[in-house]
């Protein structure tokens, strides 16, 4: 299904020390074609990452990060960057923390994303703040569990050229009810 007949790569590479720490790295290389035919352009996008999470005692945090490099043969969308290149880049913060009674586990949660999707437009950043709870049943006696979150979507704006911070009509309310059988 690739859209022309050059390879993608990808590669993660993790290690840990048991449950206690993990971390990883990777990336992706995909030589694309995009558009419509006779109007077909040459793409080579390149990501990055690392991740790393941590639990101990009930408490767990994953911190990541990643960028993006998409280079253009034909066409420079972002005149300011001379290797004729658009960027990305993201990173995230989750942390929760288990409470264990009886027959039942509930887990608080809180995430802060950012994003910046394309170097090309000043004002497209956004940052998420998340937080939500689990709570589960015993697999034993009450294989039930409820999930609830709530974002906040904030689109941080262009703030060298005075464009401030904007709240966007994108808060979301997610909510799962999951039974095992």
Not at 26 to 54: I, K, M, S, W
Not at 63 to 68: C, K, S
Not at 79 to 88: F, K, M, V, Y
Request: charged residues 20%; negative net charge.
């Amino acid at each position: 299904g690739n859209d022309n007949k050059l390879p993608a790569g990808y590669v993660r590479v993790g290690s840990g020390f048991g449950d206690l720490f993990k971390v990883g790295v990777g990336g992706r290389f995909n030589p694309r074609t995009v558009g419509t035919l006779p109007n077909l352009y040459d793409e080579n996008d390149a990501v990055a990452f690392v991740d790393a999470a941590v639990s101990v005692a009930g408490f767990n945090a994953v911190l990541e990060a990643e960028g993006r490099q998409t280079s253009f043969t034909t066409l420079v969308p972002d005149p300011s960057n001379p290797a004729g290149a658009e960027l990305a880049d993201g990173a995230a913060l989750w942390a929760s923390y288990t409470v264990k009674l009886p027959q039942l586990a509930i887990t608080p949660a809180y995430r802060i994303s950012f994003y910046d999707p394309s170097s090309s437009f000043a004002t497209d950043q956004l940052l998420e703040n998340t937080i939500g709870a689990r709570i589960d049943g015993d697999a034993g006696t009450m294989p039930l569990s409820f999930i609830v979150d709530y974002t906040f979507m904030t689109e941080i704006g262009d703030l060298q050229n005075n464009v401030g911070v904007r709240d966007i009509a994108d808060n979301r309310l997610t909510a799962l009810f999951q039974i095992e059988l």
